[in-house]
């Protein structure tokens, strides 16, 4: 059982700062974590380091948030999207209580600021009239964090978090709502979910569901602390070896290039051939997102294609080009080399 802790931001700020380079995944420039702690405290989520106590056991809940956020709004350029995607789920059980991602949501809205949602929980669909309404005049995303297809599995590795069924279900109730919706396989985890028929089952299974889009990463294991959860994770699953991972990590946060490489490809050859798409499509975020905002996406989305398709450099420079259209300091020369150069001349107006 959790604990609700209630408790006031004060001085304390809502937002993070602006992100130096955007969030390809999220489309982010902002996130907002509504809670801190989580009830569904999947053992794999690395948010188990930033908690001096376990994720699940206490929840902190901020009552002036809105009333924070709205203050901030004020310095947020209108076309940078929010992700409220950190830390914690914003539809766990205590929202039935507190109802303060309604009012966040209610706050953005007034503002007709762009902002996603990443929650497993079909509570979204609560406030699926007020997640049109800000779609319509703004732009309002709804992912959901699926790591595998398998309900029994899903079971073993996110037991209080709705079945994967469930969740899809979800994402097609508001993708009939005219709201744009995304899945995050996040994280691939080795010898655990990223057998190949699993991964294809399961990107199969979102595009049954006709979700908009898919994005994935892999499991990122940051310190010992983390270490000691994954190998306790992997016990109860099955007999693996702590050798495989050690061998696979090689004394890094996250898996060798070439384990990455393979699976990218293996799993944008899958999205294609099902005509999904591995990112969110330019026509979600096209004029609705600031221009320089709009322009950095393009080029990482093509930078991410091309580094999985085997063009190394070309993506390098793509997704500088990005970092430097997103801060504003666009060099003509370096954008007329882009095979994007038309598209982002004409999202920039130049």
């Not at 016990?235 to 070439?258: E, F, W």
């Not at 990218?264 to 294609?272: A, P, S, V």
């Amino acid at each position: 059982m959790a604990y609700y802790i209630r408790e006031m931001l004060s001085e304390r700020p809502a937002l993070s700062p602006r992100r130096p380079t955007i969030n390809e995944f999220f489309l982010s420039s902002y996130t907002l974590s509504i809670y801190t702690g989580c009830e569904l405290g999947c053992p794999y989520c690395d948010s188990w380091i930033y908690q001096e106590r376990p994720l699940n056991e206490r929840i902190y809940v901020p009552l002036d948030l809105p009333q924070r956020l709205a203050a901030e709004l004020r310095e947020v350029d209108r076309g940078d999207l929010i992700a409220i995607t950190a830390l914690s789920d914003p539809y766990q059980p205590a929202e039935q209580i507190y109802r303060l991602t309604r009012q966040t949501l209610q706050v953005l809205a007034e503002r007709e600021q762009p902002c996603l949602l990443l929650t497993k929980s079909a509570m979204v669909l609560e406030d699926k009239p007020l997640l049109q309404r800000m779609n319509e005049r703004s732009l309002a995303v709804v992912m959901t964090t699926l790591v595998t297809a398998d309900p029994h599995l899903s079971e073993r590795l996110e037991g209080k978090a709705p079945s994967p069924a469930l969740r899809l279900e979800m994402l097609r109730e508001l993708k009939r709502a005219g709201v744009p919706v995304g899945v995050a396989i996040v994280p691939i985890i080795p010898y655990v979910t990223d057998r190949h028929t699993a991964l294809l089952s399961l990107v199969k299974a979102c595009a049954d569901a006709q979700v908009d889009f898919v994005v994935w990463d892999y499991l990122h294991i940051s310190n010992e602390q983390h270490w000691i959860r994954i190998n306790e994770l992997l016990a109860r699953l099955g007999n693996y070896p702590v050798s495989y991972y050690r061998d696979l990590y090689r004394d890094q946060p996250t898996v060798n290039p070439i384990y990455r490489q393979e699976i990218d490809r293996e799993l944008l050859d899958r999205c294609d051939g099902l005509g999904l798409e591995a990112r969110a499509p330019h026509r979600i975020y096209a004029g609705r997102l600031a221009p320089r905002n709009e322009a950095a996406l393009l080029l990482k989305h093509g930078a991410f294609r091309d580094r999985v398709q085997g063009r190394e450099l070309v993506a390098l420079k793509e997704r500088a080009l990005a970092d430097q259209v997103y801060a504003g300091t666009i060099d003509p020369v370096a954008l007329r080399e882009s095979s994007l150069y038309p598209l982002v001349r004409e999202v920039l107006g130049l």
